[in-house]
C-alpha cells in the first residue's frame, strides 16, 4: 500500500516490484535454454543413429566402380 508521508508518497516493495522479483527471469532463461539445447541434440543424435551410411543410400552417380 502506498502512504503519504511529509508530502512524499511511499510504496512498499511489493506493490513497487508488482509482485514479481528478477531472479524469476533468470530462471525462466536458464530452463529455456537448457531444454532447447537438450531438444536440438536430440533431434541431432536421433538423425545420425538413424542415418544409413551405406553405398545405396548414396545416388547412383556417386558410387565408385
Same mark, same amino acid.
Given at each position: 500500500? @502506498? ?5 512524499? !508518497? ?7 516490484? $508488482? ?12 530452463? @529455456? ?5 537438450? !531438444? ?7 538423425? $545420425? ?17
Amino acid at each position: 500500500m @502506498s502512504e503519504e508521508k511529509n508530502g512524499q !508518497i511511499h510504496i512498499d516493495e511489493q506493490d513497487a516490484a $508488482a509482485g514479481s522479483k528478477p531472479g524469476v527471469v533468470r530462471w525462466v532463461l536458464l530452463i @529455456s535454454l537448457l531444454s532447447a539445447i537438450l !531438444i536440438m541434440s536430440i533431434i541431432w543424435i536421433s538423425g $545420425a543413429i538413424m542415418e544409413d551410411d551405406s553405398e545405396e543410400a548414396a545416388p547412383p552417380e556417386y558410387i565408385a566402380e
